[in-house]
Each structure stands twice: as structure tokens, then as C-alpha cells.
T-cell receptor, first 109, second 116 residues
Framework: GQSLEQPSEVTAVEGAIVQINCTYQTSGFYGLSWYQQHDGGAPTFLSYNALDGLEETGRFSSFLSRSDSYGYLLLQELQMKDSASYFC??????????FGPGTRLSVLP | DAGVIQSPRHEVTEMGQEVTLRCKPISGHDYLFWYRQTMMRGLELLIYFNNNVPIDDSGMPEDRFSAKMPNASFSTLKIQPSEPRDSAVYFCASSARVQGSYYGYTFGSGTRLTVV
């Protein structure tokens, strides 16, 4: 099976940098994805790492270490609109993803 | 493209009634997923299709749940009979690989189901 762990809550101030960690256990691994979900909204895709290393997309970066079964999402220059829940998700086949429990990020002024 | 379209946005029904949720995936996407989200259980995969064929329905809670995808542009998730514990937000999502690159799921806006 697959299981993922994330911190339940993270709080940071506007303009700061925050890192949301994700550890996973899976019998097969194809990649790690990150999604953002605002309250009352749908999850939206942020990033995907299939290989080790850092992927950067604007203010957001995602890192993967397959040997450590670990990844993180890095959010820079935090804005109030970044307050949301963030989910990591893993796949064994590259299409069917299992989602983690989510991390609720609160950005304070 | 209008994205993944789900209907209805909200559904309130009485216990024992049949509920049908609908989804139109993004044109050209060959994978379609049905997820359920609750505070207690998070995002759970119920079933997914590839090229209209069900691939994995191991997440469907019980026989009261059924899903179909009669063509590439339409899918339904049916609950019959509905129970209060089915109350949740149901999301449909679609995805595709473009020249081997993966661009993630596109989720619909969800259907908030309340069974009273």
C-alpha cells in the first residue's frame, strides 16, 4: 500500500519562506505531486517530481529524495493568498495518485 | 477549454434516495478519476477510468456505489440507496500525458452531497 505523512498545520508571516515536508511509504514509486486547495475550492496541481532534485516554478519549488522517501514544497515570498491546504501525493504507476492528509498553511500579516 | 465540469454543485437528499453525480472531463484527457473528500478521511480515490474502461474500483465503499463512463466526454457516479455517512464533497478529475510529460490532475469544482 501507500501512506504519506505531512504536518497538519504550518503558520508563517507574509514575505517569509515556508517548507512543507512529506514522507511516504509505498510499495512502488513513480513520482510525487503537490496540490493546493483553498477552502471551499478544488485541489489545483502545483508540481510533479519524478526524479531527485529541485523543481522550481515561480515562487514555489518542490524537492524529492527517492532514497529518503521524502519531499518538500518550498513557498517563497509568502502572500496572504497562499493560505490554503497543501497535499502531497504519490503514484505507483504515474497516473493513479494517493493523497496525503494535507497541511493547512496560515499566512499572517 | 472549460475545464472539468461537474453537476450538480450541491445536492441535498433524503436517506434511501438515489443520487447521481455527473462529470465531463477535459477533451483529450484519457484518465478520469472520482475522489471523495471528508474531514475525517481526506481525499479518497473511489474509482478511475482509462479510455472509458474502469481500471481500479477498489476504493468504492460498497455495492451501493457504482460508476460508469459510457463515452470519453461523460461519467456518472451513482449512490443507491444513499446514507448519511455518504455526505462528502465528491470530486471528478481528469489527466493526460502529453509527449511523455505529466501535468497533473485537473479537478472539477466538486459536488457537495448532504444526505439527511
Amino acid at each position: 500500500g501507500q501512506s504519506l505523512e505531512q504536518p497538519s498545520e504550518v503558520t508563517a508571516v507574509e514575505g517569509a519562506i515556508v517548507q512543507i515536508n512529506c514522507t511516504y511509504q509505498t510499495s512502488g514509486f513513480y513520482g510525487l505531486s503537490w496540490y493546493q486547495q483553498h477552502d471551499g475550492g478544488a485541489p489545483t496541481f502545483l508540481s510533479y517530481n519524478a526524479l531527485d532534485g529541485l523543481e522550481e516554478t515561480g515562487r514555489f519549488s518542490s524537492f524529492l529524495s527517492r532514497s529518503d522517501s521524502y519531499g518538500y514544497l518550498l513557498l517563497q515570498e509568502l502572500q496572504m493568498k497562499d493560505s490554503a491546504s497543501y497535499f502531497c501525493a504519490t503514484s505507483r504507476d504515474g497516473q493513479n495518485f494517493v493523497f496525503g492528509p494535507g497541511t493547512r498553511l496560515s499566512v499572517l500579516p | 477549454d472549460a475545464g472539468v465540469i461537474q453537476s450538480p454543485r450541491h445536492e441535498v437528499t433524503e436517506m434511501g434516495q438515489e443520487v447521481t453525480l455527473r462529470c465531463k472531463p477535459i477533451s483529450g484527457h484519457d484518465y478520469l478519476f472520482w475522489y471523495r473528500q471528508t474531514m475525517m478521511r481526506g481525499l479518497e480515490l473511489l474509482i478511475y477510468f482509462n479510455n472509458n474502461v474502469p481500471i481500479d474500483d477498489s476504493g468504492m465503499p460498497e455495492d451501493r456505489f457504482s460508476a460508469k463512463m459510457p463515452n470519453a466526454s461523460f461519467s456518472t457516479l451513482k449512490i443507491q440507496p444513499s446514507e448519511p455517512r455518504d455526505s462528502a464533497v465528491y470530486f471528478c478529475a481528469s489527466s493526460a500525458r502529453v509527449q511523455g510529460s505529466y501535468y497533473g490532475y485537473t479537478f472539477g469544482s466538486g459536488t457537495r452531497l448532504t444526505v439527511v
